[in-house]
């Protein structure tokens, strides 16, 4: 089983990305195959700063090594790296109807936060396929709110493959349901876009602040019940805990005396003890960036040898 995922480099990674991609990819090693790679093409439709993407770049590769990727296990690369991706996804182009793209979500969303419209922004749904596609994917882990990319790749591999003859194999999302939509500290879906965000490995004293003075909470006294189900803390802390410290935080809420500052110290504690082993990690590999570097050089042989293979029964079933 081939699985594959990519992650823009547009920003700081946060808890969203960690619960909703980061984990459940990280987990997948383990079962199959992995492809992972650092989408800086796609991360070009909101970042036009060069030297911030090639530090948001090098930031993601970080990351995932410190968060636990293992590169004997997992192909891990940079997008630009590949750049068959991008003939692929001209033959892709070929048989992709307008009104497809027309109907993606993703499109309308970015367009309506005030992102400009282009034709990258437009056609974002056809590279996104080719990544998939060209390495022969059979699980991509998403988000739920990306699943509708996946159903768009695969109606567009359909598409080819009865135009010139079976070349892709049609995958499948893998949705974690418990975990597909992580909280911000507004309560909205965690997002770069909305400010909202807590960082995996920002200053110890900004991830402080932003628990213990950013997570927006209800007025009820602290001597009342409070219900865990309609809490940001308890949303957030549940993706840490263990059954038994979920149910000890759930029966304080609904016994009372138990106020949201509490909750958040709690939240602060089982941040730390997670991701400061993370942080010793990304330290030691921050001082030797050749490692890091190289890691992603062999990656992307690898992945070069997948994707030409591909590509050329694309280009022969095309005529080319």
Known sequence: MRILSGIQPSGKLHLGNYFGMMRPALELQQQGEAFLFIANYHAQTSVHDAAQLRESTLDVA??????????????????SDVPEVHELAWLLSVVTPMGLLERCHSFKDKTARGIAANHALFAYPVLMASDILIY?????PVGRDQKQHIEVTRDIANKFNNEFGEVFKLPEPSIQDHVAVIPGVDGQKMSKSYGNTIELFADPKETKS???????????????????????????YRLFATPEQRATMEANYRAGNYGYGHAKKEL??????????????????????????????????????????????ARRATGL
């Open 62 to 79: 970080l990351d995932f090594l410190a968060c636990g990727l293992d590169p004997e296990r997992t192909v891990f690369f940079r997008q």
């Open 136 to 140: 022969q994917s059979d699980v991509v």
């Open 210 to 236: 932003t628990i213990m003075k950013r997570i927006i909470t209800d007025s009820t006294p602290l001597e009342d019940p409070k219900d865990p189900e309609e809490c940001n803390i308890f949303a957030l």
């Open 268 to 313: 602060l504690e089982i941040f730390n003890a997670t991701f400061e082993p993370f942080r010793q990690k990304r330290a030691e590999l921050a001082g030797n960036l050749d490692y890091v570097e190289s890691v992603l050089r062999k990656g992307a042989e690898s992945a070069r040898t997948s994707a030409t293979a591909t590509l050329d029964r």
